[in-house]
């Protein structure tokens, strides 16, 4: 079964999907950050017994309410840019990946990318990137467990990776560009989502795992003002076959956005996909024909299209 999470009241909130559970869901799990810790990511073990998040300077994990393992970042930083670390689970929830921003962070280094065993935090492999990265996103794989890396540098582009692990070293196989920002990893793992850096002109479907285009739609493919409307960098599946994108628009009456399908078998654009959403960024697709987006009462609701 599918599990989300959420950080609501400062408490990282996790809810068990079930496929008959829709409405407004109410948390599986509630978990406590160490007091003093500003959670800035995190994520949640399918048993929803460990949970692994990153503050400004470390990893944690937190097992039955009390700090299992803690991991800083060395030597401390100096905050002079903003920067946000970030984590991801393996598939098998046996490691902990970790983007870790030192260039930001005023390190004196560029950027690594660890792997932690996420049972002790003992450090599995590490690599560094030659990034400057504010953030990154990260994506695992359903079908080897590698995962990807997008890694966003602000107005510099948005170098990404493929990293696996073997052994004791994190393989990086660098795609061949930076100026598009990866968005989404398909559920069954053939395809994955990016839109354009610069200009937020077009959005693109790849293959995984060579990043080849499958092709490319442009916002005013979708009919939309490309005066108008822009790509947001956010997106998802809504099924197997059909992608959703969505585009923000700018006029003298404020800010607007439209989610669009796509159909990933003929490479079309589709209709408008209508959603009870505040912002693009509070939906998150979940590859069965529903999404979770956020509710009056902080706590994520379920929707069925």
């Known amino acids: 079964m599918a599990v989300v999470t959420r950080v609501v009241d400062g408490r990282v909130c996790a809810y068990v999907l079930p496929p008959e559970v829709h409405g407004v869901l109410e948390p599986s799990v509630v978990f406590e950050a160490v007091k003093g810790d500003e959670v800035l990511d995190h ?4 048993d929803l017994g460990r949970l692994v998040y990153t503050t400004g300077d470390a990893v944690v994990s937190v097992v039955e309410g009390a700090e299992a393992w803690r991991v800083a970042f060395e030597p401390g930083a100096d905050h002079v840019f903003h920067h946000r670390p970030g984590c991801v689970l393996s598939s ?3 490691e902990v990946w970790v983007f870790r921003p030192d260039a930001m962070a005023g390190r004196g280094t560029a950027d690594h990318w660890l792997v932690l065993d996420a049972l002790t935090g003992s450090v599995r492999a590490v690599a560094e990137l030659g990034t400057s990265g504010h953030g990154a996103d990260q994506f695992v794989s ?6 990807l890396l997008s890694v966003g540098e602000g107005q510099d582009g948005c170098p990404t990776f493929l990293g696996s692990l073997s052994g004791d070293r994190l393989d990086l196989s660098p ?3 930076s100026d598009r920002v990866v968005v989404a990893l398909s559920p069954d793992g053939g395809c994955f989502l990016s839109v354009d850096h610069a200009g937020q002109d077009d959005v693109a479907v790849h293959a995984y795992p060579s990043g080849d285009v499958l092709f490319r739609l442009t916002v005013a493919d979708f009919g939309l003002d490309p005066e108008e409307f822009f790509a947001e960098f956010v997106g998802g599946f809504l099924t197997a076959e059909t992608a959703v994108v969505a585009f923000l628009g700018e006029t003298d009456s404020g800010e607007h956005f439209t989610f669009r399908r796509v159909s990933l078998p ?3 654009p589709g209709p408008e996909l209508v959603t009870s959403a505040v912002s693009p960024e509070s939906v998150s697709f979940l590859g069965d024909s529903t999404y979770v987006t956020s509710s009056s009462s902080a706590h994520p609701v379920r929707v069925r299209v």
């Open 43 to 46: 994520a949640v073990t399918s």
């Open 92 to 94: 098998d929830g046996r």
């Open 142 to 147: 359903p079908v080897d467990g590698r995962v």
């Open 175 to 177: 795609f061949p560009w």
């Open 266 to 268: 003929d490479g079309l």
